[in-house]
């Protein structure tokens, strides 16, 4: 990235920056009058003065059960939700029986489905992963369905001259023509996969708290510091998928590419 680009993004955070000092110290009652402790919002160079080693492996281990719901609910996601969208597009009446409930599942608030899945399921690792896979699958879905549908129809001729088979139109036309619109939908659904592990979480009782359980605990403690740095950590994990996803894009983009050259 060239220094013109990296201005523009230097400032956004310094202001960024400056804005949570000026929050942090201009908020009512945010400081303990006793001890100044920081007890809603901490200035950032405050951060990370209550952690200490204890807190600091709870937040490891609250990671890996997050970023574990997250990925297991995100690849069930991705398989179903590709095969739905493949059907759909396939066969007319699938998307016309599916659709309206697809719509309904993506606008239910997830909050109202998590206890009666708890219900349902139990308080176990499957309804956490079911939380993320019911808040993750709509995207997948209909990205996976425009991309089939806005494949040129003439390509789609030039196969049929040729006969090629379902199977080589599906792996040598639709999926590599359909790819960008299938990925862009797996990035958002990355970013959810976390949200979805993170507000399920809230609800779950049972066994090692992951990242929405510990934002709950540090919360109720008045544990400001570790609170934001909980927050912060969900934030860079959602991140990381999203920019996996795009690096597998380029990559899945290129393979398909040099597939084709050599075919």
């Given at each position: 990235m060239s220094r013109k680009g990296f201005a523009p993004i230097a400032l956004v955070g310094a202001m960024f920056i400056a804005s949570w000092y000026a929050l942090a110290y201009l908020l009512p009652n945010n400081f303990a009058t006793a001890?100044?402790?920081?007890?809603?919002?901490?200035?950032?160079?405050?951060?990370?003065?209550?952690?200490?080693?204890?807190?600091?492996?709870?937040?490891?281990?609250?990671?890996?059960?997050?970023?574990?719901?997250?990925?297991?609910?995100?690849?069930?996601?991705?398989?179903?939700?590709?095969?739905?969208?493949i059907l759909m597009h396939r066969?007319?009446?699938?998307?016309?029986?599916?659709?309206?409930?697809?719509?309904?599942?993506?606008?239910?608030?997830?909050?109202?489905?998590?206890?009666?899945?708890?219900?349902?399921?139990?308080?176990?690792?499957?309804?956490?992963?079911?939380?993320?896979?019911?808040?993750?699958?709509?995207?997948?879905?209909?990205?996976t369905l425009f991309g089939f549908r806005q494949i040129d129809r003439r390509l789609h001729d030039y196969f049929t001259l040729h006969r090629a088979s379902k199977t080589q139109r599906l792996l040598r036309l639709e999926l590599p023509a359909a790819s960008p619109a299938m990925f862009a939908g797996f990035r958002v659904s990355a970013g959810l996969a976390v949200i979805g592990a993170i507000v399920g979480d809230f609800f779950f009782t049972r066994g090692d708290p992951g990242l929405g359980k510990l934002i709950s605990l540090f919360f109720l403690n008045n544990q400001a510091g570790p609170m934001f740095i909980t927050a912060i950590t969900a934030s860079l994990l959602g991140f990381i998928l999203f920019v996996t996803f795009g690096v597998l894009n380029s990559l899945a983009v290129g393979w398909w590419q040099e597939g084709s050259s050599q075919s």
């Open positions: 001890t100044n402790k920081p007890l809603i919002i901490p200035p950032p160079h405050r951060l990370f003065e209550d952690m200490n080693l204890i807190l600091w492996s709870r937040l490891g281990r609250a990671v890996t059960i997050t970023a574990l719901t997250s990925i297991t609910g995100l690849l069930i996601s991705m398989v179903l939700g590709v095969l739905l969208g066969r007319r009446w699938v998307e016309h029986a599916f659709w309206p409930y697809l719509i309904a599942l993506q606008v239910t608030p997830i909050i109202a489905l998590v206890p009666l899945i708890i219900r349902i399921v139990g308080s176990n690792f499957a309804s956490r992963a079911l939380v993320t896979v019911i808040i993750t699958f709509f995207p997948i879905v209909s990205n």
